[in-house]
């Protein structure tokens, strides 16, 4: 089946930036009453969903709401954190420190409603997405009141640093807008690597700490405190500079081959960094992600489900995506009417 291509990508009119005299005041710390909000931002792939899944689970309280924001336009991450948040609410097709801005605004309205049956609030943002664009909506006094800044979590990608930084601004704005770091992925690279990221990052961001890679559990401890010293209040510059970020979404409600799905992730070019998909299989659903050029395969903590039921969806993310053959290869995947009788 067939799906429209988002286009356009990241935000480059600069309608949307902040500069230096549109950058917020130094976050109010409002009454202890208020609601903390803390924002989870990191590049593509970075483990942003991995650690807030990790962070619920390991605070129990069962009071914590997520809003999760994808630049995909079919939702995936919401599935993913099925069963472990209060509520969590979607905001696929944009990303919200720009197209989906407004977006985020209503979302935080409408938790800050029922801010008292709940503990926390936690932001994800998108892979490109610049975390001052929802700081500023909380900066800037929208909901004063009900709602306030707690955290800016950046986790960062540790196989692939470098290559982030050196290839999206997005990237670099995360790191410098941190108030606590987590080193996502460390087991998959060596400890001396562990340990030049931690150096790079007290340089770009000294304000920032760097977490233990504890499956979210100090950060669950830290989601009501508010900052000592919000590194994104002390930022001053534009944003939005890098070329865009195209995705392509596809889903189907027939049941394809995972083996077929991932020999064609597998081959995708390297301007295809991210894909993420929820693949039907019977009952139940299996996560296949590709960051850079690893794949990886887990089997959805999602609820099961009849036969039958459930769409498979596949969001890939990318620069100078050929959105037409892509989507062309994947409508070749699904079984003809005599396969599936
Ligand atoms: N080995 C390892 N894999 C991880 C870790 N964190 C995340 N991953 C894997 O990295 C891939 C992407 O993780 P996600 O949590 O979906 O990343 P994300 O930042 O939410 O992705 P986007 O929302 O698309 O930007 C998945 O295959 C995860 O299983 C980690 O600490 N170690």
């Not at 988002?6 to 208020?34: I, K, L, M, Y």
């Not at 409408?110 to 008292?116: I, K, M, N, Y």
């Not at 932001?123 to 909506?137: F, H, Q, R, Y």
């Not at 405190?225 to 995705?247: C, K």
Request: charged share 20%.
């Amino acid at each position: 089946m067939r799906m429209p291509q988002r286009t356009g990508g990241h935000d480059q009119t600069g309608e949307n930036s902040v500069t230096a005299d549109q950058a917020p005041d130094p976050v109010p710390a409002t009454g202890a009453t208020a609601l903390p909000v803390a924002i989870v931002t990191g590049f593509l792939g970075s483990g942003k969903t991995t650690f807030v899944r990790g962070l619920l689970d390991a605070g129990g309280s069962g009071r914590t709401a997520v809003i999760v924001n994808e630049l995909g336009e079919l939702g995936i991450d919401g599935a993913l954190l099925e069963g472990a948040a209060r509520s969590v609410i979607e905001l696929p097709g944009g990303c919200m420190c720009c197209e989906s801005r407004g977006d985020v605004g209503r979302a935080l309205a409408l938790l800050a409603e029922r801010a008292s049956e709940l503990d926390a609030v936690v932001v994800e943002t998108s892979g490109v997405s610049d975390p001052l664009g929802v700081a500023d909506l909380l900066a800037h006094g929208v909901f004063p009141a009900d709602l306030r800044l707690s955290q800016v979590v950046t986790v960062v990608d540790a196989e692939n640093f470098d290559r982030n930084l050196a290839d999206a601004d997005a990237a670099y704005s995360q790191i410098v807008s941190a108030d606590l770091f987590v080193v996502g992925k460390s087991d998959l690279v060596a400890p001396d690597v562990v340990t030049a990221i931690g150096e790079r990052l007290a340089v770009l961001n000294p304000h920032a700490a760097v977490l233990p890679s504890d499956g979210g559990r100090s950060a669950a401890g830290l989601l009501g405190e508010v900052a000592g010293v919000p590194a994104i209040s002390a930022r001053r510059q534009a944003v939005h500079t890098e070329p865009g970020y195209d995705s392509v979404a596809w889903e189907t409600n027939r049941e394809i081959g995972l083996d077929r799905l991932l020999a064609w992730v597998e081959a995708l070019p390297p301007n295809i960094y991210r894909v993420k998909a929820l693949v039907r299989q019977g009952r139940t659903d299996v996560a296949v992600h590709r960051v850079g050029a690893r794949v990886t395969v887990l089997a959805s903590a999602g609820a099961r489900r009849e036969p039958g039921d459930g769409r498979t969806r596949v969001v890939a993310i990318g620069r100078g995506i050929a959105a037409e053959s892509m989507r062309a290869e994947l409508d070749a995947m699904e079984p003809s009417d005599e396969e599936t009788a």
